[in-house]
């Protein structure tokens, strides 16, 4: 038997082993996977700008359904911060987003003295809806108002003294007011 192993690729006789690494190989594969890197990102550039393309020449019009900004506001009443947060007037709506906790009270205020003062015109059909305090008080005196008398209203006033409270457990009503 000889000493020397003929399938080793190992050289016993010399103190180092030698490195066959193919540098040619390795070049290679860098530039195949740098070629192939550079063809995916030119052609999912030229896809995207396909789709760019695509979305504005076939772009619906509006959804009919699509709600409006007024509509994709949440419902009476709002916090005082939150968008939408206002007033609506005769002369439109005022918005207190970002004004004073008071400032939707002193709107209203405004609001209702002027309802007070002056009233409110139907601007449709030019009729008064809300007559000023003073002038609804002035033709309410000159209707001359007749109360009711008789039996009926004798047993109606009586019949509005009686109380039901809710600690009478269902019982009959026998107290009146005083």
């Keep these: 038997m000889s000493s020397k192993n003929l399938n080793s690729p190992a050289d016993l006789e010399k103190a180092y082993e030698p490195n066959d690494i193919g540098l040619k190989g390795i070049v290679y594969f860098g530039v195949g996977l740098l070629l192939l890197i550079l063809i995916t990102f030119i052609l999912i550039w030229a896809f995207l700008g396909k789709l760019r393309d695509f979305a504005t020449d076939n772009a619906d019009p509006a959804n009919p359904m699509a709600m409006s900004q007024k509509e994709r506001l949440p419902p009476e009443p709002r916090l005082q911060a939150a968008p939408g947060f206002g007033v609506d007037t005769p002369d439109g709506r005022v918005s207190l987003e970002l004004m004073a906790p008071q400032s939707e009270y002193r709107e209203m205020t ?61 019982r009959i009503a026998g107290e009146t007011r005083r």
């Design 110 to 170: 405004k609001l209702w003295a002027d309802l007070r003062t002056k009233g409110r015109v139907d601007p449709k059909t030019g009729m008064v809806t809300v007559l000023p305090l003073d002038e609804a008080k002035k033709r309410f005196l000159e209707s001359n108002v007749k109360a009711k008398s008789g039996p009926d209203a004798e047993k109606l006033l009586k019949d509005s003294r009686m109380f039901v409270s809710d600690s009478s457990a269902g």
